[in-house]
């Protein structure tokens, strides 16, 4: 498989432009440092759904479907599902699109009108994903799938789209990326063939991918800007094309000198850069902004665990901050049909809550899921409520403080700050999505309950985090080692 340039290879460049290399090209030492993925890790790349046949057969249920089988002959595959193409089947589960050095197998192939070298119908490609709207790893792959089509039938098509897991049709017209995907295509072509890619790092590299240890190492072997928080694959290559490779060099620019020839880098841009690379060099916290908290009323923490493959949310928690002492709560999903009793469960309790409160939680999942749900199930004034209460830690984070770290997740930061995690079996997002699923066959109340300990070490992170930026973020400062908090 790994002969041909995949829709897999687009997924896996959008993670960490290194993995398709490595899967071709890494050297017997080189692969020591590979990251056995887990089953459940297999099984949610690309944010498949879990239950995608069953999925496809509600969606399609009474229409007229065949799937071509499946085998390790590609060749053999596109022969069969090129004869259903040429008869016209409505649609097709599972084909095989094949030219040349490309190959590809979309969810779904739908029969539209419309002359083609098939026929006076031609097809256009979906996928199946647990998404509520196409990310542009899923464009560039529908596009992929189009361009296929167009060499094999002869008509670019002018749509493509995601069903996801509520039955959504997510349409696009590719030929609206077409020109971004051409770029990207040729440098990952260029990439499956041998030219390793210039240095990036990304937490992807390490949640998803199984290359992140070796995308580091070779990182941290020339002190490379990959290393620098936040400063993406253009910025980077901006930065090397004015001569700027490592951090110390990135920490010794003047963005006064280089705004001006810097494309795409404002001054702005610039000066975070430097304040990154300084703060990274010298192990320094540099508090550029102090920190405003006005906690009102009652402070709670908060937190979701959910099933990105079933696009089921299975655990909500809070940690309420009262003067006897803190009190975690959590609403639980115990099966994937009871997420919208937790939901209505959580709703109930919103209305328990005194009038003022403040709710803190990190980055913007649990506001996103929050309205993801409400649209699924319903909301209420107090989810309203709620939802103005919130804050999100994140970005007090990211606007104020530079961290000397590569990353800036709860996980990074708060471990960096002191707080530590107590569970074994679940130690991160993706061992708390195994597990549940591993519950969900077994049905063992320890893995629920090493699943809700980790949700509960999660949200007192956070607050953590909070007394750190209230206790230390109060003023613009740099420190330096050794840190005060860490006495």
């Known amino acids: 498989?790994?002969?041909?340039?995949?829709?897999?290879?687009?997924?896996?460049?959008?993670?960490?432009?290194?993995?398709?290399?490595?899967?071709?090209?890494?050297?017997?030492?080189?692969?020591?440092?590979?990251?056995?993925?887990?089953?459940?890790?297999?099984?949610?790349?690309?944010?498949?759904?879990?239950h995608e046949a069953e999925v496809v057969a509600r969606l399609f249920a009474g229409q007229e479907m065949e799937q071509p089988l499946e085998t390790a002959d590609l060749e053999q595959d596109f022969t069969r599902t090129l004869e259903l193409m040429r008869r016209g089947v409505p649609y097709i589960y599972h084909g095989t699109l094949v030219d040349g050095g490309w190959a590809g197998r979309p969810d779904i192939l739908e029969r539209r009108d419309g002359?083609?070298?098939?026929?006076?119908?031609?097809?256009?490609?979906?996928?199946?994903?647990?998404?509520?709207?196409?990310?542009?790893?899923?464009?560039?792959?529908?596009?992929?799938?189009?361009?296929?089509?167009?060499?094999?039938?002869?008509?670019?098509?002018?749509?493509?789209?995601?069903?996801n897991i509520e039955g959504e049709c997510l349409e696009f017209d590719p030929s609206e990326v077409r020109a971004e995907f051409n770029?990207?295509?040729?440098?990952?072509?260029?990439?499956?063939?041998?030219?390793?890619?210039?240095?990036?790092?990304?937490?992807?590299?390490?949640?998803?991918?199984?290359?992140?240890?070796l995308c580091e190492k070779s990182a941290k072997e020339k002190d490379d800007i990959a290393l620098l928080y936040n400063v993406n694959v253009q910025k980077l290559k901006t930065l090397r094309s004015l001569g700027i490779h490592d951090v110390s060099e990135a920490a010794a620019m003047v963005p006064t000198d280089l705004a001006q020839a810097a494309k795409g880098l404002t001054l702005h841009s610039l000066e975070t850069i430097k304040t990154q690379a300084f703060a990274l060099k010298h192990q320094s916290v540099i508090i550029r902004k102090p920190v405003e908290l006005h906690v009102n009323g009652l402070e709670i923490h908060f937190d979701i665990e959910s099933d990105p493959p079933n696009d089921v949310d299975y655990l909500y928690g809070f940690l309420l901050r009262k003067s006897e002492g803190d009190e975690y709560v959590s609403f639980v999903a115990k099966k994937l049909e009871q997420e919208e009793g937790m939901w209505r469960d959580f709703l109930s309790w919103l209305e328990t809550l005194p009038l003022e409160y403040t709710v803190y939680h990190y980055s913007s999942y649990e506001l996103v899921r929050l309205g993801i749900?409400?649209?699924?199930?319903?909301?209420?004034?107090?989810?309203?409520?709620?939802?103005?209460?919130?804050?999100?830690?994140?970005?007090?984070?990211k606007h104020h403080i530079t961290f000397p770290l590569y990353f800036y997740s709860l996980k990074h930061v708060?471990?960096?700050?002191?707080?530590?995690?107590?569970?074994?079996?679940?130690?991160?997002?993706g061992e708390s999505i195994d597990q549940f699923e591993k519950y969900l066959e077994t049905g063992d109340e320890k893995i629920l309950e090493a699943i809700i300990k980790y949700n509960e070490d999660d949200v007192r992170a956070t607050a953590h985090l909070k007394d750190w930026l209230a206790k230390y973020a109060r003023e613009e400062v740099i420190y330096s080692q050794p840190y005060p908090w860490a006495a």
């Open 414 to 429: 708060a471990k960096f700050l002191g707080f530590k995690w107590r569970g074994k079996t679940v130690k991160n997002g």
């Open 115 to 163: 002359e083609s070298s098939l026929g006076s119908w031609h097809y256009v490609p979906k996928d199946v994903k647990s998404t509520q709207e196409i990310e542009k790893y899923q464009k560039f792959q529908l596009t992929f799938y189009a361009e296929l089509l167009e060499r094999i039938q002869g008509v670019f098509p002018k749509e493509a789209a995601v069903y």
């Open 1 to 50: 498989m790994l002969d041909y340039l995949t829709a897999t290879d687009i997924y896996k460049t959008f993670q960490c432009p290194h993995w398709p290399y490595y899967d071709r090209f890494a050297t017997p030492e080189e692969r020591q440092a590979k990251r056995t993925q887990t089953e459940g890790e297999l099984k949610r790349q690309e944010d498949g759904v879990a």
């Open 183 to 213: 770029d990207f295509i040729r440098e990952l072509e260029a990439t499956v063939n041998g030219n390793k890619p210039e240095l990036v790092l990304r937490k992807n590299c390490y949640d998803v991918g199984p290359w992140g240890d």
């Open 373 to 397: 749900m409400e649209r699924r199930y319903g909301g209420s004034h107090w989810l309203d409520l709620f939802r103005q209460n919130m804050v999100d830690l994140s970005e007090s984070v």
